[in-house]
């Protein structure tokens, strides 16, 4: 069961495939930057092959560090790996992973930014259930504001950066 996404009309995603396809359409239709603020990487949403190719793309577009990813929670990440963290090891300054602040850790909800134009949030991460929209910069700038405050002050992840030779 696809997505299809009007483009001026904000979604809405009621199950974990319409999310998934939600974070893949967004993915896919981004030409220079990717944000994604996350609890845990969730694997559902963002480790496929479908997802990590288009972020791929992104991410060798030429466009500084095109894809970053703030995340609360590393350890289910290390303990059980991740393909899109398997990337940002091979693409190191093109997918960078920083650990959200404990103060900025207060808030709830997790959300993927398309450029600056298209998002896709979920106020309960617990729920699969999302917004989404294709073309909202007015939304995206408010969430792009929290992202890059919290990205400004967010740690590197040590083991989330290690190479295995």
């Given amino acids: ?17 319409a999310i998934r396809q939600g974070c893949l359409m967004l993915a896919r239709s981004a030409r220079r930057s990717l944000r994604i603020l996350t609890r845990d990487l969730e694997p559902a949403f963002y480790d496929n092959e479908a997802f990590l190719e288009a972020v791929r793309q992104v991410a060798l577009s030429g466009h500084g560090v095109p894809v970053r990813i703030l995340l ?6 290390v303990r059980t790996g991740h393909r899109l963290v398997e990337m940002a090891r091979l693409l190191s300054s093109l997918v960078q992973i920083r650990k959200i602040p404990e103060e900025y850790d207060v ?10 134009k298209g998002y896709l949030l979920r ?33 590197f992840h040590e083991e989330l950066r290690r190479l295995y030779l």
């Fill in 1 to 17: 069961m696809g997505v299809a996404f009007a483009p001026e009309g904000l979604q809405e995603l009621q199950d974990c495939d």
């Fill in 72 to 77: 609360v929670d590393a350890d289910p990440v």
């Fill in 107 to 116: 808030h709830p909800e997790t959300y993927l930014l398309s450029d600056d």
């Fill in 123 to 155: 106020c309960r991460p617990e729920e699969f259930r999302a917004t989404a929209h294709l073309r909202d910069p007015r939304r995206v700038r408010l969430l792009g504001r929290r992202f890059e405050e919290i990205w400004a002050l967010g740690a």
